[in-house]
């Protein structure tokens, strides 16, 4: 009788090791991800594709919106915090949709602002309107200039999602706005320990 | 016996003290408390900022109108939101404090955007914002620099 218990709660045991609920959802078809060109935060030309080898954390956003672009570049902070601290495995990329106002030398000091903890740099993207374009629309990335009354000038309404690449430059999961920094943590860490895994 | 009098009139002092002194949680005016007020660190100190802050009321509906503070030449109300797919942020004329109840400027939603920010702002700098309610009116409050 005590042998069937001790059976079940090894079984339930094993399960919960391996069960991983991911936060993130998954793209479907699985796929390479796309590449695009722009311009780094130094100033230099720069191709998603040559991430290759690291897994990168992908988000859009602007420098003059205070309150939803820090919280995400603060999650990913924390991300890289909690994975990869000291390692260059993983790969932060914080791509400006105000092209207009954010200048390769603002995204220095922008994504500066984020990766001082750590040895390997953020990457901070701009380019011109149309590059910008063509490196939003295949992510699904929208986003709109909203004239507004405020002293700030006028806002970017921009979706908010970030976007795992692997070291294969598969594009692997997109993870909501609201996910946290825990949750896109335990997932890459699941990628990064079961490399198969779908 | 004298010394259990001596305690009992020590704990009585204590506790109408304790009665007089503020409501944990900061400062207190009519039914309106402010509590965990904090400014994010600034990435780049010319370009705006937000801070952020929970008002707890224990009176009737009130509104807060304005914010004003010497660290920033203007400080707007504005709402994070999603709308079509994507993440809008609007100025809002005031933000409403329901009777009894409670509304959290957090990120993501309500926030205090600071515009023309007159000093570089620190993490761990401590910074006074005035909030001005249509009610309590004028309420002082105390907010930390930090990150998150």
Redesign the interface.
């Known amino acids: 009788m005590k042998m069937r218990w001790l059976i079940g709660l090894g079984l339930i045991g094993l399960l919960a090791a391996c069960a991983h609920t991911f936060s993130g959802v998954a793209p479907n078809p699985l796929g390479p991800a796309p590449d695009f060109a722009l311009t780094d935060e130094q100033g230099q030309p720069f191709k998603l594709s040559d991430l290759r080898g690291k897994w990168v954390l992908l988000a859009y956003g602007y420098?003059?919106?205070?309150?939803?672009c820090?919280?995400t570049?603060?999650r990913l902070r924390d991300v890289k915090k909690a994975v990869d601290a000291n390692g260059d495995q993983v790969q932060v990329v914080f791509v400006t949709i105000d092209p207009e106002r954010d200048s390769a030398d603002?995204m220095q000091?922008?994504v500066g602002?984020?990766d001082n903890l750590f040895p390997q740099k953020f990457k901070g993207l701009t380019g011109t309107p149309a590059e910008i374009a063509a490196a939003a629309k295949p992510y699904n990335v929208?986003?709109?200039k909203?004239e507004?009354?405020?002293?700030?000038g006028y806002?970017m309404?921009?979706?908010?999602e970030v976007y795992l690449i692997d070291p294969q430059f598969n594009w692997r999961m997109t993870f909501p706005?609201?996910v946290k920094a825990e949750e896109i943590a335990a997932d890459l860490q699941y990628f990064m320990q079961h490399p198969e895994a779908k | 016996m004298k010394r259990v009098m001596v305690i009992s009139v020590s704990l009585l002092l204590a506790a109408v003290l304790a009665a007089c002194g503020p409501a944990a949680g900061g400062p207190t005016t009519g039914g309106v408390s402010v509590s965990d007020a904090w400014v994010r660190t600034p990435p780049i100190s010319d370009q705006p900022g937000a801070a952020y802050l929970v008002i707890q009321n224990n009176g009737a509906a009130d509104k807060l109108l304005s914010v004003t503070s010497d660290i920033a030449q203007t400080i707007e109300l504005h709402e994070s939101m999603e709308s079509g797919g994507m993440m809008q942020m609007s100025p809002v004329p005031n933000i409403l404090v329901p009777a009894n109840g409670k509304v959290e400027l957090k990120p993501g939603g309500f926030h205090m955007m600071l515009i023309g920010l007159t000093r570089p702002l620190k993490t761990g700098d401590k910074v006074q914002l005035t909030l001005n309610f249509e009610k309590a009116g004028k309420v002082p409050v105390t907010a930390e620099v930090r990150e998150q």
């Open positions: 420098t003059h919106c205070p309150d939803v820090p919280l570049l603060s603002i000091k922008y602002h984020f929208k986003y709109e909203k507004s009354t405020s002293a700030g806002s309404g921009h979706t908010a706005f609201g």
